[in-house]
């Protein structure tokens, strides 16, 4: 992530499109080490730092977003792991829906 930001920092026209690849780039890594999160979370507990920084990028950017991180973290506390993951999906669902990527 740090590198792009670097790269981003020293276009001199960058603009209004070196703030958006940026926040389209931050956007896909949340969403990804989400998507993992929801993966793996049946196997082992998953609420690590690298998850929570994901989460509080969802709660900044995201329409809904302090609720879904929540209710992400609230689905992640499920002692039943098929009951986990069915709440991680349905939470990751939304907050894919509110993030504005297209499906």
Known sequence: MADIEKQLKNVAFGGSWSEERLNDTQRGRALSVV??????C?????RTQELHDALDYVRENF????????????????????LRLQGVQRVYRNIVRWSGVAP
Request: hydrophobic fraction near 30%; proline fraction near 10%; include cysteine.
């Open 35 to 40: 998507a993992q999160a929801v993966t793996e």
């Open 42 to 46: 049946c196997e082992r507990d998953v």
């Open 63 to 82: 329409g809904k977003g302090p609720e879904l991180a929540s209710s992400f973290l609230q689905a992640l506390g499920e002692p039943n792991p098929q």
